[in-house]
């Protein structure tokens, strides 16, 4: 049976007493009829304290499933780079904005991950070289101002560098660039590249639906104009300056396609642009990133590109599909009407 360790360090033993076993500090007692059991080692350990020779190997294996299963899953994002893709990086590729926002971006990121190795490297190396030891006296350091000037420079010419870089960067970002496909039409509305010569659509956010303008005089009556429109999908032709007029009806929406891109708010009451000059053939995938009700989700974008005569052929026959539409309805509401139905 273990000792019990009491108060003022004193230990418990058992003693017998007419067969029966009493429970009393041990060196204590002088009474006659009692026979005191002195504490052998066996008796002095304490199963409590004593670890269970059979948890050793379970938290030795622990450790192990922890590292292994970090490998395995290390290994697997290794053999699949794209798992990776534009994991910490914003899309590109479909446009010369979108490129040029993606290069700035990983310009950033590189002076970011150095000044931040530098920074997390100085703070391992001060926690380990000024680790408490014996001496609970801890050295007094009020300063250095040759580190401290140092730091401050680096710093500022760091901003300025990044200042520089952005500007550099800003104008293929915001100037839209000429058209390489034939001349579509033209615009006296910004943003407008150097020859004027591009693509004009508005684009209109609505709960919970993007509806596109095809035309130069869409920002001012489409319905009078007769212009094409579509909804969801926008149809582009490809290697063409395309600038979008965006505007909201209900509430703020976002239009947002990452490989064209980036994000511009739709307002209600304001119009905002951006512009594009996408590669194609190809399908890009957008979303509405300003919250904006309960289906907000359901609010996606589609910008299908192709060849400009694909593009002329689209657009006359999607003419036709609104006139079609249209006579049925004048037909319908006259039927309406006659038979005092409307």
Request: glycine letters at 8%; hydrophobic letters at 40%; aromatic letters at 10%.
């Amino acid at each position: 049976m273990p000792l019990g360790l009491r108060k003022g360090g004193e230990y418990k033993s058992w003693h017998t007493r007419s067969g029966a076993r009493v429970c009393v500090p041990f060196g204590t007692t002088s009474e006659p009829g009692i026979e005191q059991i002195k504490p052998g080692p066996a008796q002095l350990e304490s199963r409590a304290l004593r670890s269970d020779a059979s948890d050793a190997p379970r938290r030795r294996r622990t450790p192990r499933l922890v590292w292994a299963t970090l490998a395995t899953s290390g290994l697997s994002l290794l053999v699949a780079p794209s798992a990776f893709a534009n994991f910490i990086t914003p899309k590109s590729g479909g446009s010369p904005n979108a490129t040029q926002i993606h290069s700035l971006y990983m310009i950033i990121l590189y002076i970011a991950a150095v000044v931040f190795v530098l920074v997390e490297g100085a703070l391992v190396y001060s926690v380990y070289r000024f680790r408490a030891k014996k001496v609970r006296v801890a050295a007094q350091i009020h300063g250095n101002t040759r580190l401290e000037i140092g730091w401050t420079v680096g710093a500022a010419v760091i901003l300025v560098i990044l200042t520089v870089v952005t500007f550099v960067k800003l104008g293929s970002i915001i100037n839209p660039p000429n058209s390489s496909a034939p001349f579509l039409e033209s615009a006296l509305t910004q943003p407008t590249p150097p020859n004027g010569k591009r693509l004009t659509i508005c684009v209109q956010g609505r709960q919970y639906i993007w509806r596109y303008v095809y035309g130069a005089s869409c920002e001012n009556n489409p319905f009078a104009a007769k212009l094409p429109y579509s909804f969801q999908e926008m149809v582009v032709p490809a290697g063409t300056t395309v600038v979008l007029s965006i505007t909201a009806v209900d509430v703020i929406h976002s239009w947002w396609v990452p490989s064209l891109g980036g994000k511009v708010d739709a307002v209600p009451g304001y119009t905002t642009y951006t512009w594009f000059k996408a590669k194609g053939p190809a399908l890009y995938h957008g979303q509405c990133a300003q919250l904006c009700g309960r289906q907000h989700a359901f609010m996606t974008a589609l910008v299908d590109v192709v060849s400009p005569s694909q593009y002329q052929t689209w657009l006359t026959q999607q003419r036709q599909k609104i006139q079609n539409a249209n006579t049925q309805v004048t037909q319908l509401r006259s039927y309406l009407t006659k038979t005092g139905n409307l």
